[in-house]
């Protein structure tokens, strides 16, 4: 894979020497169960390197994690222990699983660790303090290290306590494996993509993308528009929708978006065609219809096969690639076909090719093409906000910036 940029002044795990000492590693285990087990390996995968770097130093590891939205209390149902059980598997080696987060059962299993050793505290988010930042629980937490280590890319947007209040307890505070990657691969397509640069946008709600749409269109050669955003495009273009979902307060925005795509001379690419159906439901009746010619009584529900054929062509010679949301409801038989052409469009093309998390990745992995791009995010919402611009709470706080703390 090509390098990437470099990660500006964050520290990594060079800084570290961790042998007998405890190494607090935040991590982003935030995985789907069903039944008590994981079905996507995918942020568990991501976080192994990290993970055996560390144990092959002789770090005695504890790692903190959130699953889902408890609301600061516990929730059964959102236990790590399976996490932890899986996490043991794909690494080869035991992971201690602690009943709370910084409890008597907690302080036990982290008091017997021995070099090489790795427990998994409790859920953070059944904790309120987790999310308040609370700075009583940061010092619980604290306790629990001689060093710290952020690993998890797909949580660095939060202001939460593991995120941004623990490092500032710490001398030592640095970016594990995941976290550099991620920060090199984004880093790269804002700073110095291989051109042409195309990207690839899509999802539900053309609000979510605005910020991205703003920073990327000053760095993109080409901009190709899908999913249920597209039709507030469209219908900013003055063409027919029928019944698909227009976000109509967010019209000015995208005509402001589609002028300053002209005259900045980037190639802007609506679908042609779109696959609609009268309602709603994943046994709706499919059909293709001219993107800017859709009945009423009828909504758009993915890209048709002429737009997978143009956008393809868009990708195919493209230096660097950027894909960021579905192109219809993929998650249903009959509206799928858009984001898999994309995806494969993507996979074979021979630039530097990022999948910018969230559905995107869910569906390369599905797929199976996650082998053939050089970077799939773990974190989309942190991602879309990279992609903004913005300077993310958790890699402030790596650099020591008081302001992590918003």
């Known amino acids: 894979?090509?390098?990437?940029?470099?990660?500006g002044a964050v520290p990594g795990l060079d800084a570290l020497a961790p042998r007998g000492r405890r190494v607090l590693v935040r991590v982003d285990l935030n995985v789907p169960l069903d039944g008590g087990r994981v079905t996507d390996d995918l942020r568990l995968e991501a976080s192994l390197p990290t993970?055996?770097?560390l144990r092959d130093a002789g770090g005695r590891l504890v790692l903190m994690s959130h699953l889902g939205?408890?609301?600061?209390?516990?929730?059964e149902e959102l236990r790590l222990a399976p996490v932890a059980e899986r996490l043991a598997e794909l690494a080869g080696a035991p992971v201690a699983a602690a009943r709370d987060v910084v409890g008597d059962d907690a302080r036990a299993k982290a008091g017997a660790l021995d070099d090489g050793d790795v427990l998994l505290l409790e859920n953070l988010r059944f904790e309120p303090g987790e999310e308040a930042d609370d700075d009583g629980f940061v010092d619980a937490l604290a306790a629990f290290g001689d060093v710290y280590v952020n690993d998890a890319f797909g949580a660095a947007h939060r202001a939460h306590?593991?995120?941004?209040?623990?490092?500032?307890?710490?001398?030592?505070?640095?970016?594990?494996?995941?976290?550099?990657?991620?920060l090199r691969a984004l880093g790269r397509l804002l700073e110095d993509p291989p051109r042409p640069f195309c990207a690839v946008l899509g999802g539900a709600k053309v609000s979510d993308k605005l910020g991205v749409i703003d920073n990327l269109l000053e760095?993109?050669?080409?901009?190709?528009?899908?999913?249920?955003?597209?039709?507030?495009?469209?219908r900013a273009r003055g063409l027919a929708v029928g019944d698909s979902r227009v976000e109509t307060d967010r019209l000015g925005d995208v005509r402001r978006l589609l002028d300053a795509a002209e005259h900045g001379g980037v190639?802007?690419?609506?679908?042609a065609d779109v696959v609609v159906a009268d309602e709603f439901s994943p046994r709706a009746a499919a059909r293709t219809a001219p993107a800017g010619e859709i009945p009423d009584g009828t909504m758009g529900l993915d890209v048709g096969p002429d737009t997978v054929a143009r956008f393809a062509t868009a990708i195919a010679d493209a230096g660097s690639v950027l894909w960021n949301g579905p192109m219809g409801v993929f998650?249903?038989?009959?509206?799928?076909a858009g984001t898999e052409g994309v995806a494969r469009a993507v996979a074979a093309c021979a630039g530097f090719t990022v999948i910018g998390g969230g559905d995107s990745a869910a569906a390369i992995r599905q797929l199976k093409l996650a082998d053939q791009v050089n970077h799939v995010s773990t974190g989309g919402g942190a991602a879309l906000e990279y992609l903004e611009g913005a300077e993310l709470p958790g890699i402030a706080a790596l650099r020591g910036d008081g302001s992590a703390r918003r």
């Open 69 to 75: 939205r408890p609301g600061g209390q516990v929730v």
């Open 51 to 53: 993970i055996q770097r």
């Open 161 to 182: 306590a593991s995120v941004v209040g623990v490092p500032a307890r710490f001398e030592q505070a640095v970016a594990g494996e995941l976290l550099a990657g991620e």
């Open 267 to 271: 190639e802007l690419l609506l679908p």
């Open 331 to 336: 998650e249903w038989d009959e509206f799928r």
């Open 219 to 234: 760095r993109v050669d080409r901009l190709l528009i899908g999913g249920a955003m597209c039709f507030t495009f469209l």
């Open 1 to 7: 894979m090509p390098d990437g940029a470099p990660t």
